[in-house]
T-cell receptor
Framework: QKEVEQNSGPLSVPEGAIASLNCTYS??????FFWYRQYSGKSPELIMF????GDKEDGRFTAQLNKASQYVSLLIRDSQPSDSATYLC??????????FGAGTTVTVRA | DAGVIQSPRHEVTEMGQEVTLRCKPI?????LFWYRQTMMRGLELLIY????????DSGMPEDRFSAKMPNASFSTLKIQPSEPRDSAVYFC??????????????FGPGTRLLVL
């Protein structure tokens, strides 16, 4: 299984601040990158995917991809208490499989 | 759509017993994945099927684990005999198409397995 590394956290940010999550991956051939959010006791749900170098914005979320550095990040702007969760970075291994990182736990302080 | 359906949601069993987990993927999806999640090892892919055919079972931990997909709307993951180290949350996920193109995987609610 290809390696996907994330800081486990916890990452604590005040409400309204920007939360920045980082992910590095080992396989230069990876083409697709995903961010999943997992609330405690729940299943992972997809919040963002990105295929091309650069930034992709969706509401308060921005994914950033740098294939040369094998680095993908997620920014959460105007963080809300409801954003408190574990965020999983996933990278495609082949046409079907995804490799998941261990996840970064985010806590937004009210 | 009801989403991915898994049953049972919780299972408590004793070591040595057989455990069968069930999954119904989203209608129209042609790929199905079984994952196991623990605090120590995170989310691990056990096996995945495409068009009901097992494609990669390299993540299945040992021969005690087996999975089947007899049709497009049903899959099972069986553990026989179960051991305490099998205690985990088991997720089923489904998708249509290729992970690299349209591969948003939709996860079921999971089955929390506790083996005593």
């Amino acid at each position: 299984q290809k390696e996907v590394e994330q800081n486990s956290g916890p990452l604590s940010v005040p409400e309204g601040a920007i939360a920045s999550l980082n992910c590095t991956y080992s396989d230069r051939g990876s083409q697709s990158f995903f961010w999943y959010r997992q609330y405690s006791g729940k299943s992972p749900e997809l919040i963002m995917f990105i295929y091309s170098n650069g930034d992709k914005e969706d509401g308060r979320f921005t994914a950033q991809l740098n294939k040369a550095s094998q680095y993908v990040s997620l920014l959460i702007r105007d963080s809300q208490p409801s954003d408190s969760a574990t965020y999983l970075c996933a990278v495609n291994e082949d046409d079907y499989k995804l490799s998941f990182g261990a996840g970064t736990t985010v806590t937004v302080r009210a | 759509d009801a989403g991915v359906i898994q049953s049972p949601r919780h299972e408590v069993t004793e070591m040595g017993q057989e455990v069968t987990l069930r999954c119904k993927p989203i209608s129209g999806h042609n790929s199905l994945f079984w994952y196991r999640q623990t605090m120590m090892r995170g989310l691990e892919l056990l096996i995945y099927f495409n068009n009901n055919v097992p494609i990669d079972d390299s993540g299945m931990p040992e021969d005690r684990f087996s999975a089947k997909m007899p049709n497009a709307s049903f899959s099972t993951l069986k553990i026989q005999p179960s051991e305490p180290r099998d205690s985990a949350v088991y997720f089923c996920a489904s998708t249509f198409g290729l992970a690299g193109v349209r591969g948003t995987q939709y996860f079921g609610p999971g089955t929390r397995l506790l083996v005593l």
